[in-house]
């Protein structure tokens, strides 16, 4: 799963745009909007991005400006442009700062299904090359997660003993494999399954969310999904919420 920013200065496109994301493309597990390149850089600063999609013509930034910004502080991001204006030179300079495309308002459907297609099999990270009859210890660990998230007491420690490897050689594996450490995948994990929950039952008290995911704290649990996701529990839950097919 990853998240994905719409930055662009005209709310009904910016809306718009990210109801179509969310609905088609549900790979994107947190689809956030920035309305200038402040907000974005915000953004960028409490939440891990994966692919921003920028318009070039910002009320506070020069959308070339603000991607050249992103690239040097936050180099792993997907950057597409979209943008009203057909012209060569903007192309030109968009292309020097590396973007994955420039697309032209309004995007056709068909382009934007497969600019998401496309977008998705660059974030999924590729699987480690584990040699044949050695254990994948980071994939084995990932499972230890799954197994016992709501278990307030997991640790990295549990983890590696489970494993008989050391903690620094568990992170390292982890690291290489997803990105992250073993801290970073289970609150990402709980979040991902507090989300679940929010999304499918409209009067889950969150202090129940928070200790079916681990949380013993539901304030704690609060501040921690807010600076994940830049939205609090009940926030993400009116925006996302799935009421059952009858």
Do not use: C, W
């Amino acid at each position: 799963m990853a998240t994905l920013l719409l930055v662009d200065d005209e709310k009904p496109v910016r809306e718009g745009l990210a109801a179509y994301i969310r609905q088609s493309a549900p790979f994107f597990s947190e689809v956030l909007t920035a309305k200038n390149g402040k907000t974005a850089l915000e953004t960028f600063e409490k939440t891990r991005v994966d692919v921003a999609l920028i318009d070039i013509n910002l009320g506070d930034f020069n959308g070339l400006d603000l991607i050249a910004l992103i690239k040097k502080r936050f180099p792993s991001v997907l950057i597409v442009v979209i943008s009203g204006y057909d012209d060569f030179e903007y192309v030109r300079k968009a292309l020097t700062l590396k973007v994955q495309d420039y697309l032209l308002k309004p995007i056709p459907q068909s382009d934007l299904i497969k600019l998401l297609q496309d977008l998705e099999q660059r974030v999924k990270p590729t699987p480690p090359v584990v040699p044949v009859g050695q254990p994948d210890l980071a994939h084995l660990a990932y499972q230890y997660i799954q197994q016992n998230y709501p278990d307030r007491s997991v640790s990295l420690q549990q983890a590696a003993t489970a494993l008989f490897i050391s903690t620094s050689q568990l992170n390292k594996l982890l690291k290489k494999a997803y990105g992250s450490t073993f801290s970073d995948l289970l609150i990402q994990y709980r979040l991902d399954k507090a989300k679940e929950l929010l999304q499918t039952d409209l009067h889950y008290p969150i202090s129940e969310i928070a200790n079916k995911v681990g949380y013993e704290d539901p304030h704690y649990f609060s501040r921690l999904f807010r600076k994940k996701t830049g939205q609090s529990p009940v926030q993400y839950r009116e925006a996302n919420f799935n009421a059952p097919q009858i």
